[in-house]
């Protein structure tokens, strides 16, 4: 403890430091749990209109018919048909898809989106998931 004070007394001037024993401690302080239920748990399953997501279960139907999608797009999928429905930043998706921390490189992030919205465009009347410019996606129940 005592070489954390003397750090921590160095970078007074700095601003705010943070200190953390692990990697667990700091997606702890970065992405604390609500239990308010606005999180929904990684297997629980979402309905949207005629769109199914059941992560735990490995399926995604539209209409009833199966959707092949992998598990991070169906996590993704999850995450965006989630109640209240809006717009979920880039750095809400990273913590709740990824389990990690938004360090600003959204490639990643617009990678699964592209090869979601691809699999979502060859379904008839289907979802699609829209960009909010420099904030994140929402998606829409489609048509």
């Known amino acids: ?13 700095f601003g705010t430091v943070v200190i953390c024993s692990d990697l667990a401690e700091l997606r702890a302080m970065l992405f604390p749990l609500t239990g308010n239920g606005t999180e ?19 399926l995604v139907t539209w209409r009833g018919e199966p959707l092949a999608l992998t598990r991070l797009e169906r996590e993704l999928l999850a995450r965006l048909a989630s109640p209240p429905l809006g717009v979920w930043t880039y750095e809400r998706l990273f913590g709740s898809v990824w389990g990690g921390a938004y360090l600003g490189d959204t490639a990643i992030l617009h990678s ?21 410019r420099g904030v994140g996606y929402r998606l829409s129940a489609g048509g």
């Open 40 to 58: 929904p748990a990684a297997s629980a399953p979402v309905s949207l209109g005629d769109l199914s997501v059941d992560p735990g279960g490995h």
């Open 112 to 132: 699964a989106v592209k090869r979601l919205r691809r699999k979502l465009r060859a379904v008839e009347g289907g979802p699609q998931v829209q960009t909010v």
């Open 1 to 13: 403890m005592a070489v954390r004070e003397r750090v921590v007394r160095r970078l007074d001037d």
